[in-house]
């Protein structure tokens, strides 16, 4: 028998706790990270003391995206056997899908010690160090109180379409200039569904007229639904874009009729993230009022460049129009409410007791990249939870909020329900915290493993309850999730 923290653990209990071990990695061979998180969870409950049922727990929330939990479990394995090279090896992981580069680096280079012959560890490790050296040369050039608007260096005059050029072409207004027209949008998806490309100069004219119907908006804007109409809310859709035409396929193209919310996380994971983004901004810059949009959290810097939005962008626009979308996400709305009674925001509602309610988000200064702390970040990462009050999330960042903060600020605000996404569900949406909180998810068999299925909601303007559609992935071309992503998550 064996005493760990004031228990005794036998070899019985040893033994059912290798056989529930066993069972949760059968669960993470087939993907269901969930069920492999509750059998690792049971392992410990019955022998603390092995390292490993925390290092593999660790490597379940890593890909359920629960960071912060992840490098919990991974420190707690180190601390029980300091020499567990697989340990070191999941924490760096979890810090570099944070960011914490300098973190990542120490990790992977304590497991390289261990482990000197691993060569995926080595090819994570330099990874790692190749981020850290660009954020700090990036640091290091950058200038104070740098204004400069890459937007505004675009001169659409200077941008020629050439005769060769076969593709979609917009429409001429009687002063000669091209404008963006439903026809010209159908006809740049058709392209988009083939695999080809619109011109530049289209292109850009797209993302500047929707940056400017962005830019006038407050960051959190009212909607209304008149009785006789409604409107769509759809969560995550990452790159999915074959997905996303399906949403369209079953519920209608955009317009003023059958307007949309998007609610964030466009981008990223899914290799066809331009075509995603490129999409929704056409409707936007066609009918400011068939689309809105919301800005989540992989609508960020950080984000788009180890999950591989950068990437994409890089080869299908060049270099120099990374920097146009990170401004362009700059200016997207955090939250809207549609009808003075749903709150459509992306990760959820903030926890704080200042400056959290609607009048405040309104005013809150969001054309920035979004900070480690405070009422935007929340927006942005938090998640429910079903225990009341509010504890650090597991994602690293943001916090995790109870039914009782839920009630209460929908409440305090005036509202009767909250709309949120940022979460894989397995039905494509659930309700929690009594039915005043749903969670809706867009892209289904998320990064082509998850087996899930999307969803999307519409509400009646005479009453504003949810209505949900759920759908099955779509066949897309041979072109794998993350394919654009840093080099580290195609390894992981």
Not at 241 to 257: Q, T
Not at 355 to 375: F, N, Q, T, Y
Not at 394 to 402: D, E, H, L, S
Not at 417 to 425: F, I, N
Request: aromatic share 10%; net charge negative; hydrophobic share 35%.
């Amino acid at each position: 028998m064996e005493h760990q923290n004031g228990s005794i653990v036998t070899e019985g209990m040893k033994e059912e706790a290798e056989s529930i071990k066993n069972e949760a990695n059968a669960h993470f061979k087939e993907k269901r990270y969930n069920e492999a998180v509750e059998g690792y969870t049971k392992a410990i409950g019955l022998d603390p003391s092995n390292p490993v049922y925390w290092s593999n727990r660790a490597f379940a929330h890593i890909r359920i995206e629960e960071y912060g939990a992840a490098i919990q479990d991974a420190t707690r394995a180190i601390d029980l056997d300091p020499k567990y090279a697989k340990a070191y090896y999941r924490r760096g992981d979890a810090q570099f899908a944070l960011s914490h580069f300098k973190d990542s680096v120490s990790n992977f280079r304590c497991a390289a010690r261990l482990n000197p012959r691993d060569p995926d560890l080595r090819r994570k490790l330099q990874e790692a160090e190749r981020e850290l050296k660009r954020v700090r040369f990036e640091a290091a050039v950058a200038l104070p109180e740098d204004t400069t608007s890459a937007l505004n260096t675009i001169v659409l005059e200077d941008i020629f379409v050439e005769e060769s050029y076969n593709g979609p072409v917009m429409e001429r207004n009687e002063a000669g200039e091209y404008v963006v027209t439903e026809a010209f949008v159908h006809e740049m998806i058709k392209e988009f569904r083939e695999q080809r490309k619109i011109h530049r100069r289209f292109s850009m004219q797209i993302i500047l007229e929707a940056y400017e119907r962005l830019r006038e908006l407050p960051s959190l804007v009212d909607v209304d639904v008149p009785e006789g109409t409604h409107i769509t809310v759809c969560g995550d859709t990452h790159g999915q874009f074959y997905d996303l035409l399906k949403i369209f396929e079953l519920n209608g193209m955009p317009s003023a009729s059958n307007p949309y919310v998007f609610n964030g996380d466009f981008v990223d994971r899914g290799s066809f993230s331009f075509e995603v983004i490129m999409t929704l901004l056409a409707f936007k810059a066609w009918d400011t009022n068939c689309m809105h949009l919301t800005r989540g959290n992989h609508e960020s810097k950080s984000m788009n460049t180890i999950y591989g939005f950068y990437g994409e962008v890089k080869e299908k626009m060049g270099q120099s129009s990374i920097e146009i979308f990170r401004e362009l996400f700059c200016a997207m709305p955090l939250a809207y409410v549609l009808r003075k009674t749903v709150m459509v925001v992306h990760g959820g509602v903030p926890t704080g007791d200042t400056g959290c309610d609607l009048a405040s988000l309104r005013k809150i200064d969001r054309v920035r990249e979004p900070p480690d702390a405070g009422p935007m970040c929340e927006c942005l990462w938090n998640d429910p939870q079903d225990e009341p009050g509010v504890s650090p999330s597991k994602r690293g960042v943001g916090y995790a909020f109870g039914p009782d903060v839920t009630k209460r600020y929908l409440q305090q605000n005036g509202l009767s329900l909250l709309v949120r996404s940022h979460e894989v569900k397995d039905e494509g949406y659930e309700l929690a915290h009594d039915g005043f909180c749903c969670t809706i998810f867009s892209a289904p068999n998320y990064c082509d493993q998850m087996g899930n299925k999307g969803a999307f909601i519409r509400f009646n303007g005479e009453d504003m309850v949810p209505h949900f559609t759920q759908f099955d992935a779509s066949p897309h071309p041979p072109v794998r999730a993350m394919k654009y992503a840093s080099g580290m998550f195609g390894m992981m």
